[in-house]
C-alpha cells in the first residue's frame, strides 16, 4: 500500500484515521495538503485533537503519547 | 489584595495585534450538522479567554469547511452595539461578494439563507496565528441575508452579496481548518 504522508519521517510516526488527502490550514504555521505535514505538523494536530491524524502504536520502545484511545472494536463478547 | 476585576491597560502591544485592515477574499462555511465535534471556547480566568477557540473542529472523512472565492477585497467585518441601555450587547456581521451567476450559485446560496452553519473568516496576515474569525456556533448560527446584483452592460460584473448576523457568537480560532475534500 502507498504511503499516505510524502514525509517518511511522518510516516514513520503518525498515521491518517481516515485515509483522506484534505487541505488543511493551522493559522500561522502550515497550510496545504494533509499528507504533506511534517511530524512537527502532524504533532500540533494531535496536541488540538484533531481527528486526523494519531501516533503508530509503540514498536521500538517508542512512548505512546498518553490520551483517550478507546475504540469499540473489540469482538462481541459471545464471539460471533 | 488581587484585582477583582479583568480589564487591562492597553498599550502599544495590545493596540497593534491584528491591526491591518481586512480579510482573504474567501468565506468558509459548514453546515453544523456536519461536524464531528464543535468546540467553544475553554473557560479561564484570563481576559481574552472566552472569546478563543484553540482545539480543533473535527468533521468526518468526506466534511469540511467549504471554501467560496470572493472579490477581492470584499469580505469584511463589523460588529454594532443593539438592545436598549443597560441591557445592550454586540451584534457582528461579515459579509462577501461571490462574482457570477448560475443554478448552482443560486441552489447553493439560496439554500444558505435558513440553514444552520458555522463562518469563518480569514485575516489578511497569514502570519497571524490567531487569523480565523468565527461566527456562530452549535447553538447560534448567523442569519444569511443575500442579495443579488446583475449589473448592466456598462457596470460591473454580476455578484452575490452574502451577509450574516450573529449576536455575541465571535471567537477568535487558531486551530486547525480542515477543507473539505
Known sequence: MEPFFKNPETEAKY?????????????????????????????????????????????????????????????????? | MASVNLYKKFGKTETSKNRDGGYKNILLFAPVSTFTSIKVPT??????????????????????????????????????????????????????????????????????????SIWLVKDQDCLNTDNYVQFGDECLTPNIKLEFTGNTTKEGLKEYKITGTVIGKKFFYTATVTEKP
Do not use: C, W
Open chain 1, 15 to 80: 498515521e491518517s484515521v481516515f485515509m483522506k488527502d484534505k487541505d488543511i490550514t493551522i493559522p500561522g504555521q502550515y497550510s496545504g495538503k494533509l499528507s504533506a505535514i511534517s511530524p512537527e505538523i502532524a504533532q500540533k494536530l494531535i496536541d488540538m485533537e484533531d481527528n486526523q491524524v494519531k501516533a503508530k502504536a509503540a514498536t521500538s520502545g517508542a512512548v505512546k503519547p498518553a490520551g483517550k484511545d478507546i475504540k469499540a472494536d473489540a469482538p462481541p463478547a459471545d464471539g460471533k
Open chain 2, 43 to 116: 473557560l479561564s480566568a484570563a481576559l481574552g479567554d472566552t472569546k478563543k477557540i484553540v482545539v480543533a473542529h473535527t468533521f468526518p472523512a468526506d466534511e469540511g469547511f467549504m471554501s467560496l472565492l470572493s472579490k477581492l477585497h470584499s469580505v469584511t467585518t463589523k460588529s454594532t452595539t443593539v438592545g436598549d441601555e443597560g441591557a445592550q450587547r454586540l451584534q457582528h456581521e461579515f459579509e462577501g461578494v461571490i462574482l457570477g451567476d448560475s443554478a448552482l450559485h443560486l441552489e447553493q446560496l439560496e439554500a444558505q439563507l435558513n440553514d444552520n
